[in-house]
């Protein structure tokens, strides 16, 4: 699941902001197949995109609303696996404080 907007009344923000932080920060990219010689099947909390093709765009509006002043917490670029290097992971991203005016605020990123 790609949680697009979370809207917080500014009574709530800081301590939601953090919270919310401090959880995508832990939260582990991966698969959850077992890999040749793996005892176990590794652990992982959120997994691949189906493409990577959407990566541009998505950095872009990312550096677009931090430009326009967003607060990028945690994330906000791809993440290669160990050894699915073609795998199309994106690390879990926070922004907070995003501008109603930015683009990523007012749709989803397309480019």
Request: charged residues 25%; aromatic residues 8%; proline residues 7%.
């Amino acid at each position: 699941i790609g949680v697009e907007r979370i809207l917080v009344h500014e009574s709530q923000y800081d301590e939601f902001f953090r919270l919310f932080t401090e959880r995508a920060d832990k939260l582990r990219p991966g698969h959850s197949l077992k890999s040749p010689g793996d005892s176990v099947a590794p652990a992982a909390d959120v997994g691949a995109m189906v493409s990577g093709e959407r990566f541009p765009g998505l950095e872009h509006a990312i550096h677009e609303a931090v430009d326009m002043g967003a607060v990028l917490s945690v994330g906000g670029e791809p993440w290669r696996h160990p050894y699915l290097e073609q795998g199309s992971y994106f690390k879990p991203t926070v922004l907070g404080e995003v501008n109603p005016e930015c683009a990523l605020a007012q749709s989803e990123c397309k480019r």
